[in-house]
């Protein structure tokens, strides 16, 4: 099971990019998939999560309203669209999976129940 998180960059603020998070060795459907962040100095943090006991997404205060999260079963992919970035959104993104069955919220909450995570892919915003 490995997976691998790309489209990180360099945007100036108030500019867009879009993750990417791709899996092999296993699908992505019946997993709960997480988004976390850890900026230079700071504990690892949630981002967006989807459960798959309902399908919720759960958004973190922080980016809601500027942070989509989508998943493309056909590609095995899952997405972050980032818009309207600001310099503290600065961090390595990484995304996760897990196959047990809790709510969006509880792996955002905590993201070591995650089992399986990538490579993160470093995003910087500029002022």
């Known amino acids: 099971v490995q997976l691998q998180a790309s489209g990180g960059g360099l945007v100036d603020a108030g500019g867009s990019l879009i993750l990417s998070c791709t899996a092999s060795g296993f699908t992505f459907d019946g997993y709960a998939i997480g988004w976390f962040r850890q900026a230079p100095g700071k504990e690892r943090e949630g981002v967006s999560c989807?459960?798959?006991?309902?399908?919720?997404?759960y958004y973190g205060d922080s980016v809601r309203g500027r942070f989509t999260m989508s998943f493309d079963s056909a590609k095995n992919t899952v997405y972050l669209q980032m818009n309207s970035l600001k310099p503290e959104d600065t961090a390595v993104y990484y995304c996760a999976a897990d196959g047990t069955y809790y709510t969006s919220s509880y792996y955002f909450h905590y993201p070591y129940r995650m089992d399986y995570w990538g490579k993160g892919t470093e995003v910087t915003v500029s002022s």
């Open positions: 989807i459960s798959r006991s309902d399908g919720s997404i």
